[in-house]
């Protein structure tokens, strides 16, 4: 009998995506399909994806997003190096999409004489500077 890593001639990259609850599920999993086969197509990634690239779906259901999975199969050790340019792609493509990438909302102390004049915590969304936003 021989014990092996039964994954030894390939490693996986395991992308998850976060999109907001109001995107259209079908047409963002699309995208990631359109997305996912460009990057295979690619020739500088022609002898590092072995397989097709496959979107499975809906991962998780989280309190702000809605989390969808890319799953490719790669030469061994190259899983880091294509989920980094899969990354980089999704993010370009959702924003020329309009797709929401949601990041949490968080709470802010607010200084006396602002959130009505008696300080305290102001609720709401906040941009990647940490800004309040309206």
């Known amino acids: 009998m021989r014990v092996g890593n039964q994954s030894q001639n390939w490693s996986r990259a395991v992308i998850d995506v ?8 079908a047409r963002v999993q699309r995208v990631l399909r359109e997305i996912a086969h460009d990057l295979w197509e690619d020739e500088e990634y022609k002898d590092v994806i072995i397989e097709e690239p496959e979107v499975t779906g809906v991962e998780m259901l989280a309190a702000d997003s809605v989390t969808l999975r890319v799953m490719v199969k790669t030469a061994p050790l190259e899983q880091w190096g294509v989920a980094r340019a899969l990354r980089q792609r999704i993010k370009a493509r959702f924003d020329h ?6 990041f949490a909302q968080r709470g802010d102390l607010a200084p006396r004489g602002q959130a009505g004049g008696r300080g305290g915590l102001r609720v709401g969304r906040f941009d990647r500077r940490g800004m309040m936003v309206a």
């Not at 976060?18 to 599920?25: M, S």
């Not at 999409?97 to 949601?102: K, M, N, V």
């Open 18 to 25: 976060g999109v907001g609850y109001q995107e259209d599920l």
């Open 97 to 102: 999409e309009g797709i929401e990438i949601p």
